[in-house]
Nanobody, 122 residues
Framework: QVQLVDSGGGLVQAGGSLRLSCAAS????????MGWFRQAPGKEREFVAA????????YYANSVKGRFTISRDNAKNTLYLQMNSLKPEDTAVYYC???????????????WGQGTQVTVSS
């Protein structure tokens, strides 16, 4: 198993930036593909970005493409999400997740962080 702890959320004005982190412990972090998902109030959880175990492949939701960057540091057992040009519609709880296959569907992910709140004011 792997344990995931999300951090880095907060309140930011529209146009601003935040960097989320996801610290992993337990089984080898580099064995897992990783993803970020988010859930806004009253909405279902949705895919944001994903990265392969090596970092060589990345996927993004169309809504964040060009603004968000997913990356990982396997030596530090940490996943990142750099979020730039934030919009009010990016407001949500953001979750990191680990799975054995890079995917956009949350069903492929077995382990989840507790979530970190991102609020973007207009």
């Amino acid at each position: 198993q792997v344990q995931l702890v999300d951090s880095g959320g907060g309140l930011v004005q529209a146009g601003g930036s935040l960097r989320l982190s996801c610290a992993a412990s337990g089984r080898t972090f580099s064995s897992y593909a990783m993803g970020w998902f988010r859930q806004a109030p009253g909405k279902e959880r949705e895919f944001v970005a994903a990265i392969s175990w090596s970092g060589s492949s990345t996927y993004y939701a169309n809504s964040v493409k060009g603004r968000f960057t997913i990356s990982r540091d396997n030596a530090k057992n940490t996943l990142y999400l750099q979020m730039n040009s934030l919009k009010p519609e990016d407001t949500a709880v953001y979750y990191c997740a680990a799975g054995y296959k890079i995917a956009t569907n949350e069903d492929w992910y077995d382990y989840w962080g507790q979530g970190t709140q991102v609020t973007v004011s207009s």
